[in-house]
């Protein structure tokens, strides 16, 4: 793969390469900074059309899995957020694996592996009754008109049944991420983009701000118009795999279900110590499917020295998880304004459990129009380019 990057030009510039020093281990690591996959919005397969914070684009789990995997091999993502490793990974013919701690990962990943029955969702949206008339949780207002927060309510009670069906399961993903947005195709009025949502209070100044009520919107026909938008691309492809998927809800650095050795590549992103709050960002997504928030062990580390303890800890799994000769792939990124790179802290996390460093990969990128309209530019704040630490197992 060194010689593969070294001399990479699919988007017309030349790989730079250097070293990056770990004077912790006394070495040095291989390291290629490219434009390596496109920087274009909306390039890869409807499926992955979920928003969620922090999440990396398809591509770059696609440009591991291809390289360094054959179809009917498990890829991996102990951190999977939306599922963007696994949904990649079925696409390309492997058997996908996920976990993280919030179940409401696996309500948001499980339903896209499988091929979606459109008239199935179609008849089970009209079979719903909607109709509700208990107490409506009245701070939620200000996000939607009275008569969608009514349709949302005989939603989430239904949603807590035991006995919900595949198009039921697929109806719940959609409709977590139809909750609040910034256009007409989400049930709220107008507010932030649909990976977070604000407070109550910060809401009713957004409102206040720009003179704006929440108005009507209908929860079926919407959520049945997202549904279409994702299965647009699936007449010509939809996920097909060797094996049975698994995903689990649960600290991934206890993973028994797993076998030893069983896993071909690992790609994932971990939470970035306590510049993300995924708590407060899906506050809202977690009522609607009835996870109690404060009950989720989300890694917030406040220092880099008990972060770089929490993820030894993870590596280890890792490494009795993947077989030998396996990879890998932990995309990291510069934090506190480029301040502290956390290969510096994954480097030797991943050495004491076992791993092998191979290279770190840069891929170097303007950011895109989603990032500037945050105010985020180049070397100014935030995660300023995909960072990955790829590692590998000699046994």
Not at 45 to 60: D, G, N, T, V
Not at 78 to 92: H, I, Q
Not at 164 to 173: G, P, T, Y
């Amino acid at each position: 793969m060194i010689g593969e990057l070294k001399n990479f030009r699919e988007f017309g510039t030349e790989t730079i390469c250097s070293e990056t020093p770990c004077p912790a281990l006394g070495l040095a690591v291989p390291t290629f900074t490219n434009e390596f996959w496109t920087a274009r919005q909306r390039a890869a397969h409807s499926l992955h059309e979920i928003s969620y914070r922090a999440c990396f684009k398809p591509q770059l789990p696609r440009f591991f899995i291809e390289r360094l995997t054959v179809p009917g091999e498990i890829v991996y993502d102990p951190f999977m957020g939306r599922g963007t490793t696994p949904v990649e990974a079925a696409l390309l013919g492997r058997v996908p694996y996920g976990c993280d701690v919030n179940p409401l990962s696996a309500m948001l990943t499980a339903p896209r592996l499988s091929e979606p029955e459109c008239t199935a969702i179609e008849r089970r949206l009209a079979e719903l009754d909607l109709n509700y008339d208990g107490d409506i949780p009245e701070e939620l207002l200000v996000f939607y008109h009275p008569d969608t927060l009514r349709e949302l309510c005989a939603l989430r009670r239904h949603f807590a049944s035991e006995k919900l069906s595949a198009a039921d399961r697929w109806i719940r993903m959609v409709a977590v991420n139809r909750l609040t947005g910034h256009s007409a195709g989400f049930f709220s009025v107008y507010t932030l983009p649909p990976n977070q949502a604000v407070s109550v209070e910060s809401q009713r100044k957004i409102n206040e701000k720009r003179h704006q009520t929440p108005e009507y919107r209908e929860v079926k026909k919407l959520i049945l118009r997202k549904s279409r938008s994702l299965w647009k691309d699936c007449a010509q492809q939809v996920p097909f795999y060797m094996g049975e998927p698994l995903m689990l809800s649960e600290d991934c650095a206890a993973t028994p279900q797993i076998p030893s050795g069983s896993v071909s590549l690992i790609v994932t992103s971990p939470p970035f110590l306590d510049v993300v709050d995924y708590k407060q960002d899906n506050w809202l997504r977690n009522w609607l499917v009835s996870i109690d928030s404060d009950s989720l062990n989300i890694t917030i580390e406040r220092t880099p020295e008990a972060w770089q303890k929490a993820m030894t800890k993870v590596f280890r799994e890792l490494f009795r998880v993947l077989r030998p000769g396996g990879h890998l792939a932990f995309e990291v990124g510069e934090i506190r304004h480029g301040s502290l790179r956390m290969e510096d802290l994954v480097l030797p996390a991943g050495c004491e459990a076992g791993f092998t460093p191979e290279l770190i990969l840069i891929n170097a990128q303007e950011f895109t129009k989603t990032a500037r309209c945050w105010g985020v530019d180049n070397h100014s704040k935030g995660t300023n380019t995909n960072r990955i630490v790829l590692f590998r197992k000699d046994s």
